[in-house]
């Protein structure tokens, strides 16, 4: 049987990447509206990856003998003021699972959950390859500033990456 309150730090933690892939999807609605088909792209594809997180959290609980649950969901923000403001607040959202699921890695240890902790070493992992990801697109943007052809570069990049991440090698 799985310890409850590590089962329930998991259930609220599939709320937040639950969340998480819907408020990649309001930004990819906003990029796709406002002339960032790459941005878009990347973003969709992130709003996938992000119910894969959930997903593996859920069967996770499961198959220890807890059971999952979904709550409410808040509702994403639908505007933003600009690419870099949509990708900053990416890289904010991302620090803040990333704090979240290093707390979590926390309980299972002062809770002698063993199990569960190694089983988030995966998301451990994960959470350093995403930060570091959308710190680069966000550092990017800033340089390019509001240059048109540098913008439509990165947003080309972005569009390469969400085509080599929806192939499995990123
Ligand atoms: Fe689930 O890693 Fe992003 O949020």
């Known amino acids: 049987m799985m310890n409850k309150n590590v089962e329930t730090a998991l259930n609220k933690q599939v709320q937040k990447e639950e969340f998480s892939s819907r408020l990649y999807l309001a930004m990819a609605i906003w990029c796709e509206v406002n002339g960032y088909p ?3 792209a990347f973003l969709y594809e ?3 990856e992000e119910r894969m997180h959930q997903m593996k959290m859920i069967h996770y609980t499961n198959e220890r003998g807890g059971k999952a649950a979904l709550f409410e969901l808040e509702a994403p923000k639908a505007d933003f003021d600009s690419l870099e403001d949509v990708f900053s ?3 904010a959202h991302e620090e803040f699972i990333t ?3 290093n707390t979590l890695y926390g309980l299972t ?3 002698k959950d063993y199990t569960t902790g190694n089983f988030l070493q995966w998301y451990i992992t994960e959470q350093v390859e995403e930060e570091s990801t959308m710190r680069t697109i966000l550092d990017k943007i800033k340089l390019v ?3 048109k052809a540098g ?3 990165i947003d080309k990049e ?3 990456m969400a085509q080599s991440s929806t192939a499995g090698t990123a």
Do not use: P, W, Y
């Open 38 to 40: 790459g941005a878009a």
């Open 46 to 48: 992130h709003t996938n």
């Open 89 to 91: 607040q990416v890289l």
């Open 99 to 101: 704090n979240s699921i």
């Open 109 to 111: 240890v002062a809770e």
């Open 145 to 147: 500033g509001k240059d």
């Open 151 to 153: 913008m439509f570069h």
């Open 158 to 160: 972005l569009e390469a």
